[in-house]
């Protein structure tokens, strides 16, 4: 699982680069449509994105460096096909 930097009070630090993002695991990752799912680690629900409508941010800018079991960031967009991923952080 994915540590969270604290603050002193005990509460997640925001400005930490994972504070900014639900954290999420990748579950599936399909190449030739550039399209997958992730699963939210605090919520367990699946969250399906695609390619060109999900932006990659990180070290691996793009969908082939993302792996089945790839610990991510994420933020999610509702759209007319109901709710997405709308971002992926890869971390180092």
Avoid at 11 to 21: E, I, Q, S, V
Avoid at 25 to 37: A, D, P
Avoid at 44 to 58: C, L, M, S
């Amino acid at each position: 699982m994915i540590d969270e930097e604290i603050t002193h009070d005990g509460l997640p630090d925001t400005t930490a680069p994972r504070g900014r993002f639900h954290q999420g695991v990748i579950t599936r990752v399909y190449y030739g449509s550039e399209s997958g799912t992730l699963r939210s680690l605090a919520t367990e629900r699946e969250y399906r994105f695609k390619v060109p409508f999900v932006d990659i941010r990180g070290p691996i800018p793009h969908i082939g460096g993302l792996r089945e079991g790839m610990e991510v960031g994420f933020d999610l967009a509702w759209t007319s096909s109901g709710i997405r991923v709308a971002l992926i952080h890869v971390f180092d």
